[in-house]
């Protein structure tokens, strides 16, 4: 049963890094399309700190 749980927590882990790096990316094609202060940069930064938060849950 543990095994499985760790299993899950480690896909889980890795799904949000996958999540994490994508947004990244679309940040990064945001800032360059419409600039840092367009609201679509903004609203893909705020997702990007609410993944970052997430995954900052595993680490403590």
């Known amino acids: 049963m ?3 749980q760790v ?3 480690l896909t889980n882990k890795n799904e949000l890094l996958n999540k994490i790096e994508l947004t990244r ?17 903004i609203s893909i930064s705020n ?10 849950k595993y680490h403590s």
């Open 2 to 4: 543990l095994s499985i």
């Open 25 to 41: 990316f679309a940040l990064m094609e945001a800032v360059q399309s419409y600039g840092y202060i367009d609201e679509k940069t």
């Open 7 to 9: 299993n899950e927590d």
């Open 47 to 56: 997702n990007l700190d609410q993944l970052i938060v997430e995954f900052q």
